[in-house]
């Protein structure tokens, strides 16, 4: 099994389509993989996060070690079996998570050593260890342990980031693992671009079968962002995977498309879901508003969703307002849905030659949101 | 449209078999009515509901006055239509929610004045204002207002709620309502024989759709609360409906059916299930326990329910212990599925002629859980 084949690209921009086989199905690209760091996208049944478009997901290696324990998950038949989710599943090492949940942590050559944020215990993450980790939890596609340095840091420090990052890759791909199981490395290096660069090419050196973008929408300025992805995806090789670790908003996955991207995962769609904050075709829809209190139309006039097929806003406003759990969910079927389209819509527009009037149309609609943007400020879901 | 009609009375007790008939659909009694205080089954879509089996939801005209509004409610065309529920919804008066859950409540003989438990504003909720919140909301079943003495209370205290009731009763009858909203009385008279009869007797007199049995379960002796029930059924008129308000466990709907009631409802299900609470054939499943921590069977192996079909017991587990949304929802399905496959039981039971031998073999199931009940303590969910 070969695990990704390009079939087509854009004309316009650096979109392309592609295949990724894994052990549980084939996942088009560009995709997009909910997150369900503790075994669960939440609040959703697996079937659910299928009907939203969804081939593969995110889970944390991580968190699953934490809680219920990488053992137990593989005693039980694997992760795919224990939460009965039978597509893709990609794991995250737990570097990043590490750095941004654990109570303390000290990066060594060894690994990272951090206290637990459930119960203060030490443990050490090697390379070794997060690789064998995801092995036993069955992981479709494991990302190597990274050194992610936090935003702002220096150049220096980002160049040890990359260096490490660079060593760890080496060592994780000695772990013995199963048939079909891929294994990413992740480009480092802050915002610097010889940094970015020299990080993809250590990496590319090694027998990996992807790459992945890591330690952007940190704080960075967007432009930033996206310069970096130009740089290290000049450095890609052309017939592997690209993932962008962590992003974003539905303009980010269009962005990132059009720059050559084919994998993404955020916490965004559900995260802002449980907030309250609803992605529409024309902007978005912040639903504790008051103006939504007798408004019985749909959240998305044009969205298929099973919400918007059945609830108005002005329920979904008093769910919210009643602090109901099934309005958390609503939200969030409703939020899954809207990037599962976006994402097929991109796919399709690629296939049909036709990405850059779906990019000018996606903004074209949502002139609406930048106005609304610009009256309420930048506010930010909590 | 009749209200109720009765179409098999067992001959072993006094359990019977009915068809209630509202604008919503016919429901077959014994029934059990899930609790959706604010317009929703909490976490639950309305078609999930109907899959556990149920025809009828409780609504609360106390929450759903105060937030959002039953103008609002109604403007949004009903609360059928605000909540997409299509079956049938009967709604409590408020009386009892207002002891309850106000901040302040005073009696008088025009209504109960209470500070709102949301915003402390003070509001005053009289037989005629409840009915007008019920009419608006486009309930099927309307309960009058009562006065519900806590447990509890003297036998003057008693007497003077019952016959409170009894005038509060006549006036909600004169309120204008829609053709085939059913108006039921509420017998009151805590655990005293004669007040209990008085009670019937007074509300038999004014023109009910159907009587309920309130105040009970309120910190009584079980025994206490049987022999009111057998007192009051003795009363009221064979051919209108029984409704035992917020009761209980599934023992106590199998002895309240045996007693002649035809209507249920309670928080049980869905609230021990958000404190993994878990109802089975054989007894109940605390989820939490450690002994299911690697546990891959279903919750319980004789269930049908969707949750049982798919998800292991450690599952389960794993999502109540990382407090996942998911696990809330699954546990409520589950126990929602074991309510309403006991109902059916029940009603399938006494058209074949063989109520006492389900009761028995209902009892005989689960001696494992008495049992268990003993090594625990008599352990309640908080």
């Not at 040890?160 to 990052?165: G, H, I, L, P, S």
């Amino acid at each position: 099994m070969k695990p990704f084949s390009l079939f087509h690209r854009s004309t316009s921009s650096e979109a392309r389509c592609g295949l990724l086989e894994t052990a549980h199905g084939t996942i088009e690209t560009p995709a997009f993989m909910p997150v369900g760091s503790q075994g669960t996208v939440k609040g959703l049944e697996p079937e659910e996060v299928r009907a939203c478009g969804f081939r593969m997901i995110l889970g944390n290696a991580y968190h699953l070690f934490l809680r219920p324990g990488h053992e137990l998950i593989e005693s039980m038949g694997g992760l795919h079996h224990f939460m009965q989710w039978d597509g893709g599943i990609l794991t995250d090492s737990g570097g990043y998570q590490i750095v941004s949940l654990a109570d303390l942590c000290k990066i060594t050559e060894e690994g990272v050593g951090f206290r637990s944020h459930l119960n203060g215990d030490w443990h050490l993450l090697s390379p070794e260890k997060s690789m064998a980790i995801q092995v036993a939890l069955g992981s479709d596609i494991m990302m190597v342990l990274d050194h992610c340095p936090p935003f702002p840091c220096t150049e220096s420090q980002a160049r040890e980031a990359v260096q490490r990052t660079t060593r760890w890759a080496r060592r994780s791909v000695e772990v013995p693992r199963k048939d079909h199981q891929w294994v990413f490395g992740i480009v480092q290096g802050g915002v610097f671009h010889a940094l970015r660069k020299e990080s993809a090419q250590g990496l590319i050196d090694i027998n990996l079968d992807g790459f992945a973008l890591g330690g952007l929408s940190l704080g960075e300025e967007k432009s930033a962002m996206f310069e970096m992805i130009e740089t290290v995806v000049q450095e890609l090789p052309p017939a592997r995977p690209r993932y962008l670790m962590g992003v974003g908003l539905p303009e980010d996955l269009v962005e990132g498309v059009a720059r050559g991207l084919d994998l993404f995962d955020c916490v965004i769609p559900t995260r802002h879901g449980r907030t309250g904050w609803l992605f529409t075709t024309t902007g978005r829809v912040l639903i504790k508003q008051a103006q939504y209190a007798k408004d019985p139309g749909p959240v998305d006039p044009e969205c298929g969703c099973p919400v918007c097929q059945k609830f108005s806003r002005a329920y979904l406003r008093h769910l919210f307002v009643a602090n109901e759990m099934l309005g958390v969910r609503l939200n969030t079927i409703h939020n899954l849905w809207y990037y599962g389209s976006l994402m097929q819509g991109l796919r399709q527009a690629i296939r049909e030659d036709r990405f850059a009037e779906f990019r000018s149309e996606f903004y074209r609609r949502r002139i609406s949101e930048s106005q609304s943007t610009k009256e309420l400020g930048e506010e930010v879901p909590g």
